[in-house]
Nanobody
Framework: QVQLVESGGGLVQAGGSLRLSCAASGRTFSSYTMGWFRQAPGKEREFVTAISFSGGSTYYADSVKGRFTISRDNAKNTVYLQMNSLKPEDTAVYYC??????????????????????WGQGTQVTVSS
């Protein structure tokens, strides 16, 4: 069982930056692929990015590529999402998620529409124009 708690959301102007954090419980954090998803009002949840067990590999949705960076610190059981050049369309509730699959299979799950194994409660990000 993994419990995930996100923090760092807030209100920012377009073009600004925010860094989200997700703290995980448990001693097996490095055994999970970690990901970020988001859900805007009236829209379905969408994949944002994911990172491999060690942090050596990452994968991004096209909509955030070049603007967002995912990283993890396994010693601190924490995954981060650095968001730069924010746009109003980035406004959403951002969710941290953990999956026991490798990054490659976790990506397959995303494309199949399957969810990850564990989810946080979400943190609101609002980008004003």
């Amino acid at each position: 069982q993994v419990q995930l708690v996100e923090s760092g959301g807030g209100l920012v102007q377009a073009g600004g930056s925010l860094r989200l954090s997700c703290a995980a419980s448990g001693r097996t954090f490095s055994s999970y692929t970690m990901g970020w998803f988001r859900q805007a009002p009236g829209k379905e949840r969408e994949f944002v990015t994911a990172i491999s067990f060690s942090g050596g590999s990452t994968y991004y949705a096209d909509s955030v590529k070049g603007r967002f960076t995912i990283s993890r610190d396994n010693a601190k059981n924490t995954v981060y999402l650095q968001m730069n050049s924010l746009k109003p369309e980035d406004t959403a509730v951002y969710y941290c998620a953990a999956d026991r699959s490798s990054l490659a299979f976790a990506i397959v799950k995303v494309h199949r529409g399957d969810g990850y194994d564990y989810w946080g409660q979400g943190t609101q990000v609002t980008v004003s124009s």
